[in-house]
């Protein structure tokens, strides 16, 4: 088996109880498996998987070949495996959560790792899907994976790549989303992060972006900065949400948007969607994917005892 077959990917999301944010992240599973299939599986020689397939006990989204890992409610249904005589599915690409799933985190990695291995999976890397270096991505995903390891005891590679949000080539994705759009005042809009220096990030983008910059949850807010704007003689304002999907923040931002626009009737708002589940973000985290397991975030890691999960 090739180096590239026997890797999987594991995409780690925060996770919601709106369906939409769950739906978007299958999406992107599906984009990056094409991405890194082009990068990799293409290339290796041809080699039949069958046998090795049908005898992996686990379900899989057969169409994109996406293991989804969120899908606990029916755990005895019968796996099926219909089309993959004609479309093996390598790589494979999965999805888990941190949050609002009925298994933690290393519980979802420790079955995963279970179930490619039966595939002849050796290696499994780890790619989260967080725009910030706030806790989630420094404490907390680190320590659910560090009792991942505990649990496998070996018998299973696991790199934890660097996050999305790391990949340089990020600030050229809203550049470009910028260049489509007239406004003559930008405002970059992320959720925040209360760890020290977890926002910096999100400030040197801002500024490289010539951008004006506000949080969800920490101050300065939303509404402060248009103000702000506003009373700098801005006219035509466009707010670009650096957050991933749809979901309850941004329904809540487009609220606040079209409240201040109904107070403001003189002033151009013009409110962006997320970055979404788009072929450009799927490129960014299949680099990550392939290059981006620095040592840092390798074996060294120790097991922790296990902390509350928090923004």
Not at 10 to 25: E, F, K, T, V, Y
Not at 147 to 156: D, P, S, V
Request: aromatic share 6%; net charge positive; glycine share 6%.
């Amino acid at each position: 088996m090739s180096a590239s077959s026997s890797t999987a990917y594991l995409l780690i999301a925060h996770g919601s109880r709106d369906p939409r944010p769950q739906a978007a992240m299958n999406r992107l599973a599906q984009l990056v498996r094409d991405q890194l299939r082009e990068r990799t599986v293409l290339n290796r020689p041809n080699q039949s998987f069958g046998a090795d397939l049908k005898a992996a006990p686990y379900q899989m989204m057969t169409a994109a070949a996406v293991v989804n890992l969120s899908a606990h409610q029916n755990r005895s249904a019968p796996t099926v495996f219909s089309d993959w005589d004609q479309q093996p599915p390598y790589p494979i690409v999965g999805t888990a959560y941190l949050e609002c799933t009925p298994l933690p985190l290393h519980q979802q990695l420790h079955e995963f790792c279970l179930r490619v291995k039966a595939a002849g999976v050796e290696r499994v890397k780890l790619v989260p899907i967080f725009l910030l270096r706030g806790v989630h991505v420094t404490q907390d995903i680190p320590q659910e994976v560090a009792l991942a390891r505990e649990q496998l005891a070996g018998c299973m590679a696991i790199d934890l790549c660097a996050h999305l949000g790391s990949h340089p080539r990020l600030e050229q994705v809203l550049k470009t989303k910028m260049a489509a759009t007239t406004a003559k005042s930008w405002l970059l809009l992320a959720h925040g992060s209360r760890q020290p220096g977890g926002n910096n990030s999100v400030e040197a983008l801002a500024e490289s972006l010539k951008a004006s910059v506000a949080f969800w949850s920490v101050p300065p807010n939303l509404e402060s900065q248009l103000v702000q704007l506003m009373q700098s003689g801005c006219q035509r304002i466009a707010i670009m949400p650096y957050f991933l999907f749809t979901g309850g923040i941004t329904d809540a931002i487009t609220r606040v948007t079209e409240e201040l626009a109904e107070r403001f009737p003189r002033v151009n708002f013009r409110l962006l969607p997320p970055l979404g589940a788009t072929l450009e973000v799927a490129r960014l985290a299949a680099d990550i994917a392939l290059d981006g397991c620095p040592p840092s975030a390798g074996a060294l890691i120790k097991p922790m005892k296990r902390m509350a999960l928090r923004h």
